[in-house]
């Protein structure tokens, strides 16, 4: 069975920094390309940032570009977001995914495996 845990959420003062882990349970993270997205209260969730399964290819979506870094240890089958100059607006519950596909997937209905969240939240 397949599990994906998240760490790391919590609260923090605008410009503060996070770093979210996901770590995976019943398969290698190695076999998967990853995601982290998030869902603030009253929107749809969206993608944050995506990483292929050897690490060599990244996305980010633009209202996190230059702030976030996704990062992977296939070894430690642990997948990082790295999160900088936080801004109220990143204030959402994050998730962590996982999609079997064959080429990097963005959107939520192309990921197989989720997390089950956690809360980010920057004061002002």
């Known amino acids: 069975q397949v599990q994906l845990v998240e760490f790391g959420g919590g609260l923090v003062q605008a410009g503060g920094s996070l770093r979210l882990s996901c770590t995976a349970s019943?398969?290698?993270?190695?076999?998967?390309?990853m995601g982290w997205f998030r869902q603030a209260p009253g929107k749809e969730r969206a993608i944050v940032a995506a990483?292929?399964?050897?690490?060599?290819?990244?996305f980010y979506a633009d209202y996190v570009k230059g702030r976030f870094t996704i990062s992977r240890d296939n070894a430690e089958n642990t997948v990082y977001l790295q999160m900088n100059s936080l801004k109220p607006e990143d204030t959402a519950v994050y998730y962590c995914a996982a999609a079997r596909s064959y080429s990097m997937v963005y959107t939520d209905d192309e990921y197989d495996y989720w997390g089950q969240g956690t809360q980010v939240t920057v004061s002002s």
């Open positions: 990483i292929s399964r050897s690490g060599g290819s990244t």
């Open positions: 019943g398969r290698a993270v190695s076999d998967w390309h």
